[in-house]
């Protein structure tokens, strides 16, 4: 099933030995933010606050005097997702305030008739925001926005931020602070709303799906440094009907993981990620997995809102897939919360090293694109700087769950293209 491993220089999941060789080209801390470029950014921001339980931190629109366009920052802990709309082109935009240097109402435009709702900046916090620009540059990097210093007009207090392209559409988007502690980034005005979380922490990996796997893996290792972590062909995750590759990238901390997925061809059904990639009009960001501490308890939460403007979940696998998770986790979760997990929907997977449990959104908009994970991981924990904390990409990414996301996924595909009506 799939490309010939050898071809493709993929070994698969069974035969890749993780190493880190901490040869991250510049100083990376964590995720900083993600941006989304829409239609309509208003009432975006809102629907993904309700059913995520974020709150909004900071804006940018003709009410702090940018004529160009809207943007909104939403925020639970470390997760910071910004969603940004372009102002008609006939509007006067002299004198316009805009917080995003080089910002282009065409290009934002286009970019939403191609893709739709979809995510155009991977935020990513670096010691130098110039350094990391120039260093990727030089390793073959396509540069997107040379380095800017952002000013805040109120405090005097700076932000460095510059851009590379990812892939597709998408870009890298590097932020340094120099000396900046306001909420999200220079020239947003702080917005007062009620914080509200329902346990989100941060984002903990982005995925995305290209046509070329091994091209997209070598280009982004190469100006960022970043070392394989894990990787996945047909043969571990697949179904008897689809499948695809993909591998993992990762910082040197591994707090910074960029999964990158490409379709596997031949199979009965077209693979979800060729499916992804017709609707988006190319690669792009498949989905976001934002970690929580407690799963159960944050889920809860998100199901309340699915049918009050929150957003839906992939259907739960079948009562045979609880009925022998004891035998495939051992005693890592008590017989209640397997329950819970039953009843929520949650899957479960471990490696080497820890558990993980994760459910999916289905799309968040019209196109069967982009969606959501939402994963608590555990295990793993060990000592940096005094401190508790743990490993990042602990318990995996899900591999014993692949088969059962796919084919929960086919069955939801089957109903767009109307193939299970009667």
Known sequence: ????????????????????????????????????????????????????????????????????????????????????????????????????????????????????????????????????????????AIGVLEPAVLIDEHTGEKALISEVKLYGDVVLRYVSSDGYDGPFLPNYEPAESMPISYGLLRLDHAVGNVYNLMEAIKHIATFTGFHDFAEFTADDVGTAESGLNSKVLASNNEMVLLPVNEPTYGTKRKSQIQTYLEHNEGPGLQHLALICTDIFSTLK?????????????????????????????????TAEQVKQCEDLGILVDKDDQGVLLQIFTKPVGDRPTLFVEIIQRVGCMHVDNGEIVQKGG??????GNFSALFKSIEDYEKTLDGSTRQ
């Open 301 to 333: 939460e998100l199901r309340m809102r699915t049918q009050i403007g929150g957003f839906d979940f992939m259907p739960s696998p079948p009562p045979t897939y609880y009925k022998e998770l004891p035998n495939r986790v051992g005693s890592i979760l």
């Open 1 to 140: 099933m799939g490309l010939d491993k050898e071809g493709s220089e993929l070994v698969g999941f069974n035969n890749f030995i993780r190493n880190n060789p901490m040869t991250d080209r510049f100083k990376v801390q964590r995720f900083h933010h993600v941006e989304f470029w829409c239609g309509d950014a208003s009432n975006t921001w809102r629907r993904f606050a309700w059913g995520l339980g974020m709150h909004l931190v900071a804006k940018s629109d003709q009410t702090t005097g940018n004529q160009t366009y809207c943007s909104y920052a939403i925020q639970s802990n470390e997760l910071v997702f910004a969603f940004t709309a372009p102002y008609s082109s006939k509007i006067d935009q002299t004198g316009s305030r805009m917080p995003h240097p080089g910002f282009s109402s065409d290009e934002a435009r286009q970019f939403f008739t191609s893709h739709g709702l979809a995510v155009r900046a991977v935020g990513v916090l670096v010691d130098d925001a110039v350094e990391a620009f120039r260093s990727s540059v030089e390793n073959g």
């Open 394 to 399: 602990c318990g995996g990414f899900g591999k």
